[in-house]
């Protein structure tokens, strides 16, 4: 089984990029930049741009959009937790290993070796919290992050508002917090790794993800 420890330290001390899919992301288009890339949920709908990898680790996007996108980014290694996304196959799948949630943690033994997330596994609630280990684990210390808006709820349905619309299937009026814990965990727990929000149009708060200027990381 191809796992992401296949990818263990490959991406030693570089910058990357992860593109959430808010509607803020066309004011930041992921094209503007040139930096390995990573994203989640339903990007396969953005058209001109494939992500470097790709994350998907929620039930309803294995159920309603599994096969799409593993047609759609063939080409694209995709990392998937195991057992959950088993029964989706396709080419370039790695599997990591799904640890059930009992908190956060970057210990050593955790996303620092080349077999951490496929023997020890990773614990997560948002799939952004699978993407920070993941790419930890490849040896990024710089993570750029675009397309995350979070706009509190209002009633154009802003909190379930994405790039491509919004999507009616959603639970509306989730609370943000459940995004944001992970968000800061992460952002200033990871050693040695700086975290920068440079989206456009941002919610989130800086003590939460730290901001920077967009202009200053285009290529």
């Not at 790709?54 to 290694?77: C, H, K, M, N």
Request: a negative charge; aromatic letters at 16%.
């Amino acid at each position: 089984m191809n796992s992401v420890g296949d990818f263990y330290g490959l991406h030693k001390g570089e910058t990357c990029l992860i593109a959430g899919v808010g509607p803020n992301l066309k004011d930041t288009p992921p094209e503007w930049f040139d930096y390995p890339s990573f994203s989640v949920n339903t990007i396969y709908h953005y058209e001109g741009w494939k992500p470097t990898y790709y994350v998907g680790v929620d039930e309803r996007l294995r159920l309603e959009d599994g096969a799409a996108l593993v047609d759609v980014y063939r080409d694209v290694p995709k990392f998937f937790p195991t057992p959950d996304w088993d029964e989706l196959q396709g080419e370039n799948i790695y599997r990591f290993k799904h640890r059930t949630y009992g908190g956060f943690s970057v210990g050593q033994q955790n996303a620092s070796q080349s077999e951490a997330l496929t023997k020890h596994g990773i614990t997560y609630r948002r799939v952004m919290d699978a993407v920070f280990q993941i790419a930890w684990n490849m040896g990024f210390t710089t993570m750029l992050m675009i397309g995350i808006q979070h706009k509190p709820y209002d009633e154009h349905d802003s909190d379930r508002a994405h790039f491509w619309g919004i999507d009616k299937k959603a639970v509306p009026n989730q609370p943000n917090t459940w995004w944001f814990e992970g968000y800061k965990y992460f952002a200033f727990n990871m050693p040695n790794v700086k975290v920068l929000n440079i989206s456009a149009d941002t919610y989130v708060p800086e003590d939460v993800l730290p901001r920077d200027d967009y202009k200053k990381w285009m290529k």
